[in-house]
């Protein structure tokens, strides 16, 4: 009880942090953008191409961008983290009898609610280029991405607790995000590649979860793709929190 | 308040164990201010964050407020706060925002935090800056907003570390009222700092701490007094060997030293020592240039014990 009650009011604090931070809200938004006009298009001209799925550009493309989206949204929490570190504020929490889940629960679920809203915002911007969404695909592309969310940001703050400096974490975020990012085929699918590369791919636990997003928009349905992709991203979930709560527990020195 | 015994941390390092706190004993008394002074690194900090509950001690016994430190740390973390050298705030929320969400984490009704946070901001005089984000704060700002945030819940025990380092002399004396007012309203005060003044005049009684050993520990006046009592100088015009010779040997002298045309008597009470010294002069005709008298410092304790002024040290 007292652990829910505080993950609410951590949660109330973060997401007020968030907003009063209106640069953070634009670059939420305008990046997937950016990647919607200035990328997407190149594709129109792939789809052709053997091998590329079904579906269209956009329906190919738009989901695996809010797996991408969830992906850097999340890796890059840490840096508020080691922030608040610095200004003492983590330890302020430490000396009080608040709940050490509910310190990561809190950001947690902020992190959730901004990834979510920003993939709304996405697939709204995203439907007069083509995209055909249905309402439970969005629903449950929305699952995928706050399975991801709370999974990828536990293991930011653990990495960011451990590291305590932007120094040393941020090439670890940027070495660890950008073959997750290339072995998940979000950018081009992963069916063009060549089959070295696809089972490599297979050991890196996004490329299900972009597999999955992509049949909840190409009308496959609930297949098992889905079902794949959303066990492994909540036991992705499970994992991140479980080494992050450890992480808030155990001392800060 | 607090009881410690042979509180110690060792930290590893890549040569070997560090002996951050080597055994610490003290016993702070109920709704004193207690300080704890000592050179930067000489472990005071890394005791307060023991006591405090952030780092578990390596070994050694401690009692904060009634509950045991390594077997109760949830039960003391209600009965204290702790004002980091840090700071506590985030820099994007206003001050009263960080007072309420503070109180309700120890478990306060919002209307409860709401009336209390007023009640801080009035008393720390904060009105004017509470509803603006705290990065428009000035330091004293900054620093009344960390006393306040560790003080939403009416701890019975605060823990300030370093309170007024970085600030300007006149937000350090605004600083020191408020300490004592706090002490006049029964809660109890554990300070760390590194200026001897500040140990001096605020504290009731004191530990020096250096490389993590208590070296002297007791009331400013007492521990002052243990060095050398008083030190009087005696300024004469001529002979200042015959001065030194007539004086030296004198009851209520402990030491003497001369240096140029000077004297430097170290006396119990200087208070006492003077009008005999004069008397001592005046009967051997010996015409007094000047007459002073020093009281000792508390670096002059710390010199005593450790052999070097805390100044430098620090």
């Given at each position: ?21 209106p ?22 001209s ?19 961008l ?11 929490v ?48 995203a439907i ?7 309402v ?42 950008l ?19 696809q089972d490599?791919?297979?050991a890196?636990?996004l ?6 997003a ?7 349905g609930?297949d ?30 | ?78 009965v ?7 700071g ?44 603006r ?7 004293g ?8 945030i560790?003080?939403?819940h ?12 970085g ?31 500040e ?8 530990a ?9 520990l ?5 521990l ?6 008083d ?11 015959r ?9 209520f ?12 008597l170290?006396?119990?009470?200087g ?6 010294i ?9 015409p ?27």
């Amino acid at each position: 009880m007292k652990m829910l009650k505080d993950t609410w009011l951590m949660f109330q604090r973060y997401l007020l942090v968030f907003l009063r931070n209106p640069a953070w809200v634009a670059i939420g938004v305008i990046q997937p953008l950016l990647y919607l006009v200035l990328f997407a298009p190149l594709l129109k001209s792939l789809v052709q191409v053997p091998g590329f799925p079904a579906g269209g550009a956009y329906n190919v493309f738009v989901p695996g961008l809010l797996i991408q989206l969830g992906l850097f949204g999340a890796s890059g929490v840490g840096f508020g983290l080691i922030a608040e570190l610095r200004a003492g504020v983590i330890e302020r929490f430490r000396v009080t009898p608040v709940s050490r889940f509910a310190l990561l629960l809190g950001r947690a679920l902020r992190d959730i609610l901004t990834l979510v809203v920003q993939s709304l915002i996405l697939l709204l911007l995203a439907i007069p280029f083509g995209l055909k969404p249905t309402v439970v695909g969005v629903i449950v592309m929305l699952g995928l991405v706050a399975l991801i969310g709370l999974g990828m940001s536990s293991l930011a703050y653990a990495a960011a607790l451990a590291l305590k400096s932007e120094d040393s974490y941020a090439p670890l975020i940027f070495t660890l995000s950008l073959p997750l990012l290339l072995l998940s085929g979000v950018l081009l699918p992963l069916d063009l590649a060549p089959g070295w590369l696809q089972d490599i791919a297979k050991a890196n636990p996004l490329s299900y979860a972009v597999n999955a997003a992509r049949d909840l928009f190409n009308g496959k349905g609930f297949d098992q793709a889905v079902f794949e992709g959303l066990a492994i991203m909540a036991a992705l979930a499970v994992v991140g929190v479980l080494i992050g709560a450890r992480r808030f527990t155990r001392a800060i020195a | 308040m607090i009881e410690t015994h042979n509180l110690r941390k060792t930290f590893k390092s890549r040569r070997g164990p560090v002996d951050a706190v080597a055994g610490v004993d003290l016993d702070v008394k109920k709704g004193e201010i207690f300080g704890f002074l000592g050179p930067n690194g000489a472990g005071k900090t890394t005791t307060l964050r023991m006591l405090s509950t952030l780092l578990p001690p390596t070994s050694g016994e401690a009692t904060v407020a009634g509950f045991d430190l390594r077997r109760e740390p949830a039960k003391v973390r209600y009965v204290i706060g702790y004002v980091s050298q840090e700071g506590s705030s985030a820099p994007e929320i206003p001050g009263r925002t960080e007072l309420v969400i503070q109180g309700r984490l120890y478990g306060m009704t919002k209307e409860r935090a709401i009336a209390r946070a007023a009640e801080l901001i009035e008393s720390l005089e904060l009105a004017d800056c509470a509803d603006r984000p705290t990065k428009t704060y000035s330091g004293g700002q900054k620093r009344r907003l960390d006393i306040g945030i560790g003080l939403m819940h009416l701890p019975q025990l605060l823990f300030l570390d370093e309170p007024t380092t970085g600030l300007d002399p006149q937000s350090r004396a605004r600083m020191w009222d408020e300490v004592r007012r706090l002490r006049d309203t029964g809660t109890t005060v554990f300070l760390t700092t590194h200026y001897l003044e500040e140990a001096d005049a605020l504290s009731d009684r004191i530990a020096i701490i250096d490389h993590g050993k208590i070296v002297a520990l007791g009331t400013p006046d007492a521990l002052k007094r243990q060095v050398a009592g008083d030190v009087v100088v005696v300024g004469t015009d001529q002979a200042s060997d015959r001065v030194l010779e007539l004086l030296r040997d004198q009851p209520f002298v402990r030491e003497a030293t001369t240096a140029g045309d000077v004297v430097r008597l170290y006396v119990d009470r200087g208070e006492t020592a003077m009008p005999q010294i004069i008397r001592v002069l005046d009967s051997a005709g010996i015409p007094l240039a000047s007459l002073s008298l020093n009281r000792p410092s508390l670096d002059d304790v710390f010199l005593r014990q450790t052999g070097r002024s805390l100044r430098e040290a620090a």
